[in-house]
């Protein structure tokens, strides 16, 4: 054959042998996502929108200062928790609402609310039960700031950790005042050794906040809004939050000076979504019907 009709018909036996391997289901699929470059497969997803009726705290009040706890190593874990997947404040759009409205009565006033937890997914609180049930056989020193007096494996017992939250409902939220302007704190350092929850201010992790009488989510009775030990300085602080929240709504649990959750009627939905970025543009969807409702109280 002449070398001009030997190249046609290889190139024929080609053309073949490509039909027949497209053919075959999934390979030529394959072949190709295999050849696409390893930065697209990198590419992390966009935000998925929130469930209604769930909004970022930003949306409706960006002058609220977010401190958000669980996003971060500054907890008790001294790890990001599961289900945060972002620093940003989640709430009912209702609760988100009226905090905005606590937050404009506070400002005559030189002072601002800071916040430190808001939904909870389910996800997270059972990472707190884990965290308990699992504990090591001695407590991780950074971390005993947080329970000074008590061993971890107690917490539940005396219900700190609970294995269901209010927080899930995304009524509840975890926060504190800040005088303004806000002053500067030094940058949490995770393989420092601070001082107890419950010690001076000075020798506390960092915070920006008021003195409130101890830390955020420190597990001792002097965490109780109405603890007698605190001084007169740190009650009238206590008492401060207390009124300015419940004045729009909002009571406190008598066991955390920092816990509040929003009064309204009937049973509410727990949420299990997991908290992301906040997107350029983004909706909401619809409730599932089927989600499970919450009542537990302790846990942060």
Request: include cysteine; glycine fraction near 8%.
């Amino acid at each position: 054959m002449a070398r001009g009709g030997a190249r046609t018909a290889n190139a024929a036996r080609v053309l073949l042998a490509l039909g027949a391997f497209a053919l075959v289901p999934g390979v030529a699929a394959q072949t190709i996502a295999q050849a696409a470059p390893a930065q697209a497969a990198q590419k992390p997803p966009h935000p998925q929108p929130l469930p209604e009726p769930l909004v970022y705290l930003r949306d409706i009040d960006p002058s609220i200062l977010q401190d958000m706890r669980y996003a971060g190593s500054n907890n008790f874990t001294g790890r990001r928790v599961a289900g945060y997947g972002a620093g940003e404040c989640v709430l009912l759009r209702e609760a988100a609402e009226a905090l905005a409205r606590v937050q404009q009565s506070l400002k005559s006033r030189n002072l601002s609310l800071k916040v430190y937890d808001c939904y909870r997914p389910r996800r997270a609180v059972r990472a707190f039960v884990t965290w308990v049930t699992r504990a090591p056989v001695a407590d991780d020193p950074l971390l005993k700031r947080f329970h000074p007096k008590t061993e971890r494996s107690e917490l539940i017992k005396l219900g700190y950790i609970a294995a269901v939250s209010r927080h899930s409902l995304g009524d509840t939220v975890d926060l504190t005042l800040v005088e303004l302007p806000e002053k500067a704190a030094p940058p949490f350092k995770r393989d420092v050794v601070y001082g107890a929850c419950t010690g001076p201010a000075k020798q506390r992790a960092p915070d920006t906040s008021v003195d409130m009488g101890t830390s955020f989510d420190c597990f001792d009775t002097l965490s109780h809004t109405k603890a007698a030990e605190i001084t007169p300085t740190q009650r009238r602080w206590r008492q401060t939050l207390v009124t300015a929240m419940a004045g729009h709504g909002f009571r406190n649990y008598a066991r955390e000076w920092w816990h509040f959750t929003l009064r309204h009627a009937g049973p509410r939905r727990a949420f299990s979504v997991p908290i992301v970025p906040r997107a350029p543009s983004h909706r909401a969807l619809p409730t599932s019907p089927q989600a499970p409702t919450a009542r537990g109280e302790g846990g942060g």
